[in-house]
Nanobody, 120 residues
């Protein structure tokens, strides 16, 4: 199973970006999919997660600006980011928790990360 993220880039303050991540492989189900980010010199932090049943959780700093969505059939998760500020500059990582496959259950998987830079 692999996670492939896309959609990062350079955007001006106040702008928007949409990140996408797809989990590929022989997957029965994924319990939780989410996005985390890590800025230089800082710890990785929660951006947003969505459970298989649709329950969502957001990091405090993105509430009201970011929206996470998920397609269980396609094993994809998207992150719509609006009203971006320089504080959102980071590498964004896709995460999948409790991935059920024919070989068993993977505890936690990470994508390779995609850079988001907010700058004028």
């Amino acid at each position: 199973v692999q996670l492939q993220a896309s959609g990062g880039g350079l955007v001006q303050p106040g702008g928007s970006l949409r990140l996408s991540c797809v989990a590929s492989g022989n997957i029965f189900s994924i319990s939780i999919m989410g996005w985390y980010r890590q800025a230089p010199g800082k710890q990785r932090e929660l951006v947003a997660t969505v459970r298989k049943n649709g329950g969502r959780e957001y990091g405090d700093s993105v509430i009201g600006r970011f929206t996470v969505s998920r397609d269980n059939n396609k094993n994809t998760i998207d992150l719509q980011m609006n009203s971006l500020t320089s504080e959102d500059t980071a590498v964004y990582f896709c995460n999948a928790v409790r991935v059920a496959t024919p070989d068993g259950v993977e505890g936690s998987l990470w994508g390779q990360g995609t850079q988001v830079t907010v700058s004028s």
